[in-house]
């Protein structure tokens, strides 16, 4: 395990530490969840004790005017751990429960309406299975709804796929599998009503997803900052079982950690195991394995380019202002695009002896960019808000923006070569040529890119090529899966088609030139030649 990992395990479950109770509502909450009844079996519903340690430390721990300490629980579990029955457990105790209040409205929300109505088929099943509970409550499964007509509560399932939900004023939301919400706007909406009352509780249940660009990570991301104490917030409670990107994956002992109810018989251990021998086979079940049922958090290739922990080393800052003021040579990329794939400049540096600085400029149609995010569930209106994206009028990009751009780099920076995917770049090409700046062709086929792929992977492998962590650079980077020709050679290709790797491409080009300006055309590796280079 890595240190890491080691610091946002969930140790307290198993450490038989001392829960604080002071008023005993955490002792309240077990007992009323092992009073439920199973819908099938009739028995008592099965509180495991490392279930039942996570509602002890939901409910017991207590400010001392004896309001809850923790509003938000965020609990990452493997698939099959039977986290959506504790999360209905817990609807049910602020339904009909001890933790139920007046008009109290308890909100299931998922991505889809099939997510949305599993949840609620799992409280629907502990109310009606209970004798005393079932003649007291009333089923409105046309809208989804479960009533408690004696306190006027009621349990209800959204998705975020259903429109506005707007006026809503939850005191409990279980946000179920976060990491398939493609948009936040059910989020913004759910989490703005919770503060509208005291004692308000969040639980997000989920498995890992995959990318960053998602309200799931940055959620999740947070839980671990609070779980290795970077952050300093009572308030949420992280619950994080997932293993290390690096892991052994076929570990056993490993499974046994990461799912705690296997010790308990779920999920399957033979199950897994069939899984495990599919995914040594095959690398898409590989994968699979490794995200549903290790809670390994992936990037969006199957096959990537590059680890990205391995690239994510290269974050650190750019410095574009000092890099004006030393006027080092410097390389731009161009890669425009048609109305449905972004439009980028790269602009590349040396970095010391051998290795690499790059920033990007992105642009994209303004009219589409909310229907993009809502395509992609990536967040195109937070980075034009952010200045990482610039939004140009219309619903295709402006390419004489992007032509000032470039102009504008030029008269910053000391620019040497502006290389161009000659693809829809003709009339800026010309128009740059024309104006005296080095504008060149850099076409895109096996015998141009392949070059500038090895040249890429080698400085990102070796720990030299510095990014600056830009958000949608990164997300172009995870995009890439690889496709190799009959030679050997590698190129580069999006998975998805809302997939987006112009950045990527972009980059390969500006380290391919300024690489190849040390010694003319030519790099370490001397395979970069005039005639792969020149249209």
Known sequence: MTATTRSTFPEWIYDGSEIPDPLGFGDRAVRFLRMLRHPKSGKAFQLDPWQERIVRRIYGPRHEDGSRIVKTAVILVPRGNRKTSLAAALEALHTVGPEAVPVGEVITAASDRKQARIAYDELRGLMTAHPRIAPHVRTLDYRNRIRYPKLGSFCEAISADAGTQHGRTPVFVLADE????????????????????????????TTAGRGQENIAWDIVDDARKVARGEV????????????????????????????????????????LRQLAREGSRRIGDREAFRQLN??????????????MAIYDEGAGAVDLDAL???????FLAVDLSSNSDLTVIVACWRDGEDGFQVHPWFFCPEENLRDREDLSGVPY????????????????????VVEDQVRELCARFNVQEIAFDPHLARNMLNNLLEDGFPAVEMRQGWVTMAPAVKELERAIIGGRFRHGGHPILRWNFANIEVRTDAAGNRAFHKGKSRDKIDGAVASAMAVARCAADESGLTTSADWFTEEMFLA
């Open 324 to 330: 004006e003021a030393e006027q080092a040579p410097c």
């Open 178 to 205: 976060l990491h398939a919400w493609k948009k936040r706007d059910l989020w913004d909406v759910l989490r703005s009503g919770l503060v509208k009352t005291p004692g308000s509780l969040l639980v997000v249940a």
């Open 294 to 307: 290790l809670n390994i958090w992936l990037d969006h290739a199957t096959d990537p380019f590059v680890e």
């Open 232 to 271: 300093d917030d009572p308030s949420i409670l992280p619950v994080l079982f997932e293993a290390p990107a690096d892991c052994d994956w076929q570990d056993e002992a490993l499974w046994y950690r990461i799912n705690p109810g296997l010790r308990h018989g779920y999920p399957d251990i033979e199950g």
């Open 381 to 400: 209106t937070v980075w034009a808000k952010e200045g990482q994206l610039t939004p140009t009028e219309g619903n295709v990009v402006d390419f004489r």
